[in-house]
Nanobody, 120 residues
């Protein structure tokens, strides 16, 4: 099992920045990839960014490319999402998720989420 705890959400004005953190615990050696997802009210959950735990290879949704940066600190078992130039449409609950090395293309473990609200 892997436990994930997000933090760093809050209220920010458009154009501002926030950094989200996701601390992993438990069987972290089984983590292959960590991702950030978000869900706005009345909308489906959508992919935001991902990072491969070992190599650090990243991927982004087109909507956040150039504004958001995902990174990880393996010594702290923590992944970060630096969000710059925030827009009101970035308002959502942000979730961290882990794909273990035994799960093919599936994020199995999820955090509880952290609210990000961007005011115009």
């Amino acid at each position: 099992q892997v436990q994930l705890v997000e933090s760093g959400g809050g209220l920010v004005q458009a154009g501002g920045s926030l950094r989200l953190s996701c601390a992993a615990s438990g069987r972290t050696s089984s983590i292959y990839r960590l991702g950030w997802f978000r869900q706005a009210p009345g909308k489906e959950r959508e992919f935001v960014a991902t990072i491969t735990w070992g190599t650090g290879i990243t991927g982004y949704a087109d909507s956040v490319k150039g504004r958001f940066t995902i990174s990880r600190d393996n010594t702290k078992n923590t992944v970060y999402l630096q969000m710059n130039s925030l827009k009101p449409e970035d308002t959502a609950v942000y979730y961290c998720a882990a794909r273990p090395n035994w799960a093919a293309s599936t994020y199995v473990f999820w955090g509880q989420g952290t609210q990000v609200t961007v005011s115009s």
